[in-house]
């Protein structure tokens, strides 16, 4: 089985880091708004779904599908971006890839709502 909830919580373990560089440290290098907007948006996104990953690979282990492709959009999402913000010129050519990264996201979640319901454990 694919380790998605190792890939999980080390997604979550660097977003938080990588969220607390831009709010901090990428300001002093960074004076585009916008550029500083963008690395927060795919930290938060990179977050967000580092814990759908995570609970995903306890809930509904046999979907390999939605956590492949959660794993693959924030890869290609977050990832992209970051580079973009670091050095647009450099990375231009990620451009096509972000949005990309963005279908697999969202194709993780269709893949999780069409997919087997996960037997949900009962709490006393």
Not at 52 to 57: D, G, H, I, K, M
Not at 63 to 74: C, E, I, K, Q, R
Not at 88 to 95: C, E, I, S, V, Y
């Amino acid at each position: 089985m694919p380790p998605f909830w190792t890939i999980g919580t080390l997604y979550g373990a660097t977003s938080v880091a990588i969220g607390a560089f831009g709010a901090h440290g990428l300001k002093k290098r960074i004076a585009d708004p916008q550029r500083i907007t963008n690395w927060s948006t795919a930290a938060q996104y990179q977050l967000v779904h580092s814990a759908v990953l995570t609970f995903a690979s306890v809930v509904a282990p046999q979907n390999t599908l939605a956590m492949g492709l959660f794993t693959a959009g924030m890869t290609m999402f977050s990832g992209s971006i970051y580079l973009l913000v670091l050095d647009p010129q450099r990375w231009k050519f990620l451009g096509p890839v972000t949005p990309l990264g963005g279908l697999c996201l969202i194709g993780g979640w269709v893949a999780l709502a069409v997919g087997k319901r996960p037997i949900m454990p009962k709490f006393k």
